[in-house]
């Protein structure tokens, strides 16, 4: 079936690095967008990066942009975020989601989502 | 672009009808509205896109609408399971964006 599996979370130090991974499965990972969307403790969604099928476009929000990198390999069927420069307000649950279909160009939502894999930043 | 949603909170009988409320800082295009619905402890779920299509699955009670900077999620008939935060997002083809959420109680 459809499926997202987040991994890689786990408690680190403000200022440390972290990668996190997202196995695809049960679709042609390389026909979509793949995007990261974070939810802090009790708070709501943030989008944090979105990745083409290609690479050729990725896009940051502001909140993270400088310090987190989105990367993707097609023939692992997986999308990555290494995060850097940690600080305390990115603990969050980190999802996966799939993004725009890049066959037909079109846009029907984020309609796969992961688990999430829970990020803490602290010391 | 900023999504505003309200009310914050909503508290409605079973078989009662919920109209929620998303409202953008700039027109945004039909195309990218799109709202989700999170239940307590599990990870969003597309529930409309392109501002008035039903995703894959999705109860008929559910229903998007609107255009430019005013949209509604209608939920139709509230069941118990409905009991969720919904969240409208938009993309502008540099980011996306998500509004804050409305929680929808069941009395």
């Known amino acids: 079936q459809v499926q997202l599996v987040e991994s890689g979370g786990r408690l680190v130090k403000p200022g440390g690095s972290l990668r996190l991974s997202c196995a695809a499965s049960?679709?042609?990972?390389?026909?979509?967008?793949m995007s990261w969307i974070r939810q802090a403790p009790g708070k709501g969604l943030e989008w944090i990066s979105d990745?083409?099928?290609?690479?050729?476009?990725?896009l940051y929000a502001d909140s993270v942009k400088g310090r987190f990198t989105i990367s993707r390999d097609n023939a692992k069927n997986s999308l990555y975020l290494q995060m850097s420069s940690l600080r305390a307000e990115d603990t969050a649950v980190y999802y996966c989601?799939?993004?725009?279909?890049?066959?037909?160009?079109?846009?029907?939502?984020?309609?796969?989502w992961g688990q999430g894999t829970t990020v803490t930043v602290s010391s | 672009i900023v999504l505003t949603q309200s009310p914050g909170t909503l508290s409605l009988s079973p078989g009662e009808r919920a109209t929620l409320s998303c409202r953008a800082s700039?027109?945004?295009?039909?195309?990218?509205l799109t709202w989700y619905q999170q239940k307590p402890g599990q990870a969003p779920r597309l529930l409309i896109f392109?501002?008035?299509r039903r995703a894959t699955g999705i109860p008929d009670r559910f229903s998007g609408s609107g255009s430019g900077t005013d949209f509604t999620l209608t939920i139709s008939r509230l069941e118990p399971e409905d009991l969720a935060v919904y969240y409208c997002?938009?993309?502008?083809?540099?980011?996306?964006?998500f509004g804050p959420g409305t929680k929808v109680e069941i009395k």
């Open positions: 997002q938009q993309y502008d083809g540099s980011s996306f964006t």
């Open positions: 990745i083409s099928s290609s690479t050729n476009t990725i």
């Open positions: 989601a799939r993004s725009q279909d890049a066959v037909t160009n079109q846009y029907y939502g984020m309609n796969v």
């Open positions: 700039q027109s945004v295009s039909t195309s990218y």
């Open positions: 049960g679709f042609t990972f390389s026909d979509y967008y």
């Open positions: 392109g501002a008035s």
